[in-house]
């Protein structure tokens, strides 16, 4: 598969990195010859230096033969005229980073296919969504439903006093047991575990279950003295705080911390008057407290710098906040933020990423994520007619080494599997993989 990536930003690079593991036929493009020399050095695409709105320039760097033209700079403007003359001179499929929301709603989408923008992407929407989903219980670090919630993903941080702990997977229950383990994260390392594995103190683990479970998780994981989220406060008044204001349930009062006057001004007329927006240095402790900090369920720090939200989510978590979230951009401080404990990590690059290379595969696939602590990812695939999956039971299917199928959905109702399940047409099933591995699936649900 031939892929143009135009924009050799955060989200552009992360994207050329995951795809040329994979051995697809990868070309960066970019004005800057400085961005591209650092990712041409280490990985095994191609890299041109031109404008993604030159039309000489994008015949030159072969666009007519793309199947997939991505454009990720950090203009919107350029994207979408990126994306139109890719289009025009025959790229298969078109993908454009935005960052307005209109673009988005279902009643445009004609009218930009019709321009020849394919597809449409708003990472800090998307990185607002997760916000809120990890927000709604204390206790869970990542939060994903599936089908509108007929199976749910929980990942969440296992104490020593879990009464799961310390014992071999296969002796938590029989085969009527209500949650599978899919994925678990040890230090640096993320295994798929099997009956022998046990959950240790410390592990980040992640389950599948059914929403009438989500109690009996919240206590096998030791999580009940945990409190509901209400009061929530963001440092950081940007696109990924106003977004995750609009989107958090009306039960929940935001406050947003922001030392600039102009954007708090901005704020107070683009959000209701549920949201109380403050002035001030979010990094001043004495401010924070004033306003509410030891009260406060949530601290959700989203400044433009990741040091100072891993610090900010420190502080917070000192002042006795049991939940917090950092916006981490910076991907080596990823493991570090893991191991200060600070909660949940938003990476906005990395879900922008899952997304778009959702569009790259053949089967037909509803949903990608990257699981931003765990090196894996989970695909909701739905399986066609004569897939191979529906003519095995799972036992027999011949699952790679490193993937497991966390459960399916079957005429809207969430179900777990075991080796004897027999997969159907039109099931959608859950699966678990490390490593980009996606790829070498697809073909059991074609």
């Not at 095994?44 to 030159?54: E, F, G, H």
């Not at 992640?206 to 479970?213: A, M, P, V």
């Not at 601290?299 to 006795?320: D, H, P, Y």
């Not at 997304?355 to 739905?382: G, P, R, W």
Request: proline content about 3%; glycine content about 8%.
């Amino acid at each position: 598969m031939k892929i143009i990536i135009a924009g050799a930003g955060n989200v552009g690079t992360h994207l050329a990195k995951l795809l040329s593991r994979e051995k697809q036929d990868i070309i960066l493009l970019d004005e800057s010859e400085e961005k591209l020399s650092d990712i041409s050095a280490n990985f095994d695409l191609l890299t041109v230096t031109a404008s993604p709105t030159s039309i000489t320039a994008m015949k030159e760097a072969g666009v007519k033969e793309a199947d997939l033209f991505i454009a990720v700079t950090p203009d919107e403007s350029r994207n979408m005229t990126a994306c139109m003359i890719a289009t025009n001179l025959g790229a298969k499929k078109t993908v454009a980073r935005i960052d307005n929301y209109e673009y988005l709603l279902p009643k445009n989408k004609e009218f930009f296919q019709k321009l020849g923008v394919d597809s449409l992407i708003y990472p800090e929407m998307l990185a607002a969504k997760e916000i809120v989903s990890s927000m709604r219980m204390s206790w869970v670090r990542q939060w994903w439903e599936f089908c509108g919630g007929s199976l749910i993903l929980i990942g969440t941080k296992i104490r020593e006093n879990a009464e799961i702990v310390n014992i071999p997977l296969k002796q938590l229950g029989g085969p009527n047991i209500p949650y599978h383990v899919v994925a678990i994260k040890r230090g640096t390392e993320t295994v798929i575990p099997d009956g022998n594995d046990m959950i240790q103190d410390k592990d980040i683990v992640y389950f599948t279950t059914t929403r009438k479970y989500i109690p009996y998780i919240r206590k096998i994981a030791g999580k009940e003295d945990y409190v509901d989220v209400r009061n929530v406060m963001i440092m950081g008044g940007g696109r990924i705080a106003v977004r995750t204001a609009q989107y958090a349930p009306d039960y929940m009062q935001v406050k947003i911390v922001d030392s600039d006057l102009n954007r708090c001004n901005r704020l107070t007329e683009l959000l209701d008057d549920k949201t109380m927006i403050i002035n001030g240095d979010g990094r001043d402790m004495e401010l924070l407290l004033d306003e509410g900090l030891r009260n406060t369920d949530a601290f959700v720090a989203l400044t433009g710098n990741s040091e100072t939200n891993i610090l900010a989510c420190l502080a917070a978590k000192r002042m006795g906040v049991r939940k917090t979230v950092a916006e981490v951009e910076n991907i080596d401080y990823i493991t570090m933020a893991e191991s200060l404990d600070i909660g949940t990590v938003i990476n906005k690059k990395m879900i922008a990423a899952s997304h778009i290379y959702q569009m790259m595969l053949d089967a037909d696939v509803s949903n990608v994520k990257c699981l931003t602590f765990a090196n894996a990812d989970v695909a909701e695939f739905t399986v066609s007619e004569g897939a191979k999956i529906t003519k095995h039971l799972i036992k027999d299917v011949g699952l790679p080494k490193g993937t497991t199928i966390g459960g399916l959905i079957r005429n809207g109702e969430g179900l777990l599997v075991s080796g004897d399940t027999l997969v159907k047409p039109g099931d959608h099933v859950v699966v678990f993989c490390l490593n980009m591995m996606i790829k070498k699936i697809e073909k059991l649900f074609k």
